[in-house]
T-cell receptor, first 113, second 115 residues
């Protein structure tokens, strides 16, 4: 079945550490997205990528970095510069065009040790 | 700028009762509208979408939403809820953004079904 796989499901970060969240899709979608979800705040866009080797900052990109070396993969690194990283992170992808819905993975919950 | 307001953060209802989850949006251009559902510790799943045409759209599990352009609303309704409908529901508006699609989400409404 086609879909989006995020790993790990739970992740713990120590102070000063960078951690990387994995996102893989087999839907053949060009566009991929990373969101952060905090209770009562809905979803906020961190980064998005329309095509391989290209990505753009979203609304809350500070303290995060991404890469898009392959169409199927869009990993997110939470750097030590992100001072409040505890959240639920969701990866999504979509086909071409504004009318296409986004498909979501099951998320990674990041906590601070 | 586009924005989405979900007027209720929590909605408790009894099983088999009707429910309405309210969503209002602001936009200066034509938009596409979506409702997503999120079960605990999972990602979002598309519930239904309005792109064009009939203003009433339906999902396969009994939910429906009506696009009202004059009131800039896209409320979600179900005539009789089940325990399994307990989840968080997000309304979203899509608009073009630098050649890509940007989804702007509301804050979510937590639907709790009581037996």
């Amino acid at each position: 079945d086609g879909g989006i796989t995020q790993s790990p499901k739970y992740l713990f970060r120590k102070e000063g550490q960078n951690v990387t969240l994995s996102c893989e899709q087999n839907l053949n979608h060009d566009a991929m997205y990373w969101y952060r979800q905090d209770p009562g705040q809905g979803l906020r866009l961190i980064y998005y990528s329309q095509i391989v080797n290209d990505f753009q900052k979203g609304d809350i990109a500070e303290g995060y970095s991404v890469s898009r070396e392959k169409k199927e993969s869009f990993p997110l690194t939470v750097t030590s510069a992100q001072k409040n990283p505890t959240a639920f992170y969701l990866c999504a992808s979509s086909g071409e065009g504004q009318a296409q819905p986004q498909h979501f993975g099951d998320g990674t919950r990041l906590s601070i040790l | 700028a586009q924005s989405v307001t979900q007027l209720d953060s929590q909605v408790p209802v009894f099983e088999e009762a009707p429910v309405e989850l309210r969503c209002n949006y602001s936009s200066s251009v034509s938009v596409y509208l979506f409702w997503y559902v999120q079960y605990p510790n999972q990602g979002l799943q598309l519930l239904l979408k309005y792109l064009s045409g009939s203003t009433l759209v339906e999902s396969i599990n009994g939910f429906e939403a009506e696009f009202n352009k004059s009131q800039t609303s896209f409320h979600l309704r179900k005539p009789s809820v089940h325990i399994s409908d307990t989840a968080e529901y997000f309304c979203a508006v899509s608009h073009p953004w630098g050649g890509a699609q940007k989804l702007v989400f509301g804050q979510g409404t937590r639907l709790t079904i009581n037996p």
